[in-house]
């Protein structure tokens, strides 16, 4: 006699959990299959309106029982699938298959991290993994502390929030205006955009953060640096915050990191490395000498859903001093009344923008306990050498113009036929057109930006090289073609 269908309304967790998942697990996987050969690419062929027209095809024809699968089937088939070694455009990680098992666990049994009493294990594996973490940024575990965020976007709201709190604390007037002047935050023109939405945010204005000149490898000038801070302070205003990035969106660049130690110390101002990017380098044995410095940061970002392989999202925020914290402190007595946390019962509630929050830690305590910092350095050095390669290989492509070389996994270029004399607008128009033809044929995911300064000829492609598992003929077949895309696109 064949077994009872599994309920509609099944639940995740409890005693009857597992075995309302086993068979709509299968259902997934099956859909899976099925959806990544139907796509047989890196992402489906079609405009956006032929892709919004699938999906609100299959919206109306998924009812019961038929859904999961159909829309499995249908997400599987519409993907930009990071996995495929020609979605090659973003920092955005084919994750590891025992990081979204992990990750599985923690959306059955759905632990809330904003009191113990919602999450008791996971409370304390955060804590521990956040130690870890702190240890490998170079900080003592003892003093440091942190909390998982949602990326680099919210754990640098979460700096510069600290950085104003501490440096604006008993030097503000009655009208709200700082005693000692106008707060300015200070970042490179290749700082990530997140920099300024914290500063309005913040209630700063985007105004307040004062770019620094950057290199050709967008890495920020030491030089330059000290000249804006000595600026900044003789115009009577308050440089509250130094932002260093390890690791830019488009190079990888890093900044001097012990210079803007140095220099923030001298300033007074509150130091914040956004290494979201970069700071998968402190795995490699290799690469970890480029972040020499971070360690002196008051507060870090990391990313572990980019080089680290995790399924989204998995940011992290790290302080070097716990009593730094003090702002974000709060009390709810429905989540932690005092009496709770005198008993021994912790909470996080404090360390933390939000409330309700996943547990994001149980991926990343699983992913390192199951490859050690050793096996995922390998990967981190797997796709280095992938960029290197990749590097090597435009310099020996005629049509192909390199900008620089790489630092952790992204290669910045362009395409340009040997010889031309185009005028710089076009080889702009013809490099975004290339890529969209790219996309519309389902044949690639190449990246697209823009150097700093005016005018046209700043466009440029870029490869974010961050499988492991991808190999150099496979980055070639890439590189083919965007060259081959390229002389089929002609400028208007």
């Known amino acids: 006699m ?9 639940l995740a967790g409890g005693v009857d959990g597992p075995g309302a ?6 259902t997934v996987l099956d859909a899976l299959d099925a959806g990544t050969g139907l796509r047989g690419g890196p992402l489906p062929a079609g405009t956006p309106a032929e892709i919004a027209g699938l ?86 575990p003892a003093q440091a502390t942190g909390v998982l965020t949602s990326g680099g976007t919210e754990s640098n709201l979460m700096g510069l929030m600290l ?29 990530h955009f997140s920099v300024q939405r914290a500063a309005a945010l913040l209630g700063l ?83 970890a000498p480029l972040l020499d410095g971070i360690e002196r940061a008051d507060s870090v970002s990391l990313d572990w859903h980019k080089l680290g392989w995790q ?21 709810a007595e429905y989540l932690n009344p005092a009496d709770d946390e005198h008993a021994g019962y ?20 699983v992913t390192l306990r199951t490859l050690g910092r050793d096996g995922l350095g390998l990967l981190v050095d797997a796709c280095h050498e992938l960029a290197l390669g990749a590097a090597k290989a435009v310099r020996g492509e005629p049509e192909l113009e390199l900008y620089c070389e790489p630092v952790l996994t992204t290669v910045v270029f362009r395409y340009r036929p040997p010889g031309s004399s185009h ?11 290339l890529r969209r033809l790219l996309l519309r044929s389902g044949r690639a995911v190449v990246g697209r930006t823009e150097l700093p300064g005016e005018g046209p000829g700043r466009v440029r492609l870029k490869l974010t090289l961050l499988n492991p598992h991808t190999t150099p003929a496979e980055v070639g077949a890439l590189l083919h073609e965007v060259v081959r895309a390229g002389r089929e696109t002609k400028p208007s």
């Open 423 to 433: 005028d710089p607008a076009v080889l702009d128009e013809v490099n975004g057109g």
């Open 311 to 331: 399924p989204a999202a998995a940011g992290v925020f790290l302080v070097r001093q716990a009593e730094s914290y003090v702002s974000l402190a709060r009390r």
């Open 2 to 10: 064949p077994d009872e269908p599994i309920p509609l309304d099944a």
């Open 21 to 26: 998942l086993g068979p709509l697990l299968a």
């Open 205 to 287: 204005g985007e105004r307040a953060v004062v770019p620094v000149p950057v290199d050709r490898h967008l890495r920020m000038e030491p030089a330059a640096l000290e000249r804006v801070l000595a600026e900044v302070t003789w115009a009577g205003q308050t440089p509250i915050a130094l932002v260093a990035t390890a690791g830019t969106t488009d190079t990888g660049a890093i900044d001097p990191l012990h210079a803007a130690a140095d220099l923030a110390a001298r300033y007074g101002a509150w130091l914040h490395v956004d290494a979201a990017y970069g700071g998968g380098a402190l795995l490699s044995e290799r690469l």
């Open 346 to 365: 912790p909470s996080l509630l404090g360390r933390s923008l939000r409330t309700t929050r996943r547990a994001d830690a149980f991926k990343i305590a």
């Open 163 to 191: 950085a104003r709190d501490q440096k604006l604390d008993g030097i503000v007037e009655l009208d709200g205006l700082p005693a000692g002047g106008a707060p300015r935050i200070i970042a490179s023109h290749a700082a």
């Open 55 to 140: 999906v609100a095809e299959g919206l109306r024809g998924a009812h019961g029982r038929g859904a999961l699968a159909r829309l499995t089937e249908l997400l599987a088939y519409g993907a930009a699938d990071p996995a495929d070694p020609a979605c090659a455009a973003h920092l955005h990680c084919p994750p590891l298959a025992v990081a979204a098992a992990a990750d599985l666990a923690v959306s059955a049994l759905n632990p809330s991290q904003d009191s113990w009493d919602q999450a008791p294990a996971a409370t304390a594996l955060e804590t521990g993994l956040l130690a870890e973490l702190a240890a490998l940024v170079g900080y003592d």
